[in-house]
């Protein structure tokens, strides 16, 4: 007898112990909204006069961790072209050209604040306007 009553207590205390360990939520993922960004966010500018003197085609895509990326093209379409070059925020956040190149190419990403980052030189910087700014080689 008092086996069957040592056991029944033991299975009791088990089975209430089992019942009552502490678990931990299942953390919820953040909700991911660099997916979000809109073209349209970036100013482009042309030049002083509102003329088109290049192409700058927007290309969409996703970055490997599923984030919206949005290329930027300026090509140099003027005659005898020198370097094409995008300027970003007037400047405040840089220039990029390739020396001796008529067309250059950034693209940026999407973050979760729904802002457009430019990511240089170690630098991550919104961005809200870009400029395609083209030239012409001097005639000898």
Known sequence: MPFVVVATVFFLLIRCSFACTATRPTPMPMPQVCNECVANAIDLTFDENGRKQFEMPLVT???ADGCTTLTFVCINTLPNPADAVIIWNNGNAGT???LGQTTVRRTLKCNNNRQW???A????S???????????????
């Open 121 to 124: 030189d170690g630098v991550n």
């Open 61 to 63: 895509g996703t970055a």
């Open 117 to 119: 980052i430019l990511s």
């Open 126 to 140: 919104p961005i809200t306007r870009a400029e395609c700014f083209v030239g012409t080689l001097d005639e000898p």
């Open 96 to 98: 990029h050209f390739d």
